[in-house]
């Protein structure tokens, strides 16, 4: 009889100095070069408003392939005519007059400088009267912001649920508006500029009126 078992005790041996059953080779890892930028791109490259409203102008960066590059700030906003088109934080566009303007996006980064323009008309004029209504079943001034002329005249609606309208510390303000019910109280804004303003009966409750 032939010692088969013996050899069959050696091959194993064998296999496992040689590393068989499946420890062998590792696959390299592979290095995706980073994206540079080389161009922005505009959601729109015209934008047709009424004086008083805004759009948010979005942007992408791009690659030299064309793809987009994720999460990227930094962008700079400009007008060429801001009594007419006037640039917001993130990149909202708010009409103020009638009019065009060129709104420009500019983005350096990887050393590269990129730009982007869309062309912005406006028609009508901003409102000399808006109205905010303080909720009755809730606890928001709506609208939340209203944009108006100088010396416009916004009147705060006040229902059964008690609240008041407390501007914050802002040249040109107003005065306040005690805690009313039941009442439609007027406030007139001779001056341009963003007035936030809070009611101090409900946290965070809160509205603006931005004049220009």
Do not use: W
Request: a neutral charge.
């Amino acid at each position: 009889m032939k010692p088969t078992h013996v050899i069959l005790g050696c091959s194993l041996l064998l296999l496992s100095a040689c590393g068989g059953g499946g420890g062998g080779t590792t696959t390299p890892p592979v290095n995706i070069p980073a994206q540079v930028l080389a161009s922005i791109r505009l959601g729109a490259t015209t934008i047709a408003l009424s004086a008083g409203s805004v759009q948010v102008l979005t942007v992408e960066a791009l690659d030299a392939s064309g793809r987009v590059i994720p999460n990227v700030t930094g962008y700079s906003f400009a007008s060429s005519a801001t009594n007419v088109a006037e640039l917001q934080s993130g990149g909202g566009v708010l009409g103020i007059s009638a009019g065009s303007a060129v709104v420009t996006v500019s983005l350096t980064r990887d050393g590269v400088t990129a730009t982007g323009s869309a062309t912005v008309t406006v028609t009508g004029s901003l409102p000399v009267a808006a109205t905010v209504t303080a909720g009755n079943a809730d606890q928001t001034f709506t609208p939340p912001t209203v944009i108006v002329a100088r010396n416009a005249s916004v009147t705060f609606d006040f229902g059964a649920l008690q609240h008041n309208v407390t501007f914050r510390v802002a040249s040109g303000a107003p005065a306040s508006v005690p805690s009313s019910t039941n009442a439609s109280i007027a406030r007139s804004f001779p001056s341009a500029g963003d007035f936030r303003y809070d009611c101090s009966l409900h946290a965070g409750m809160t509205g603006a009126v931005i004049v220009r």
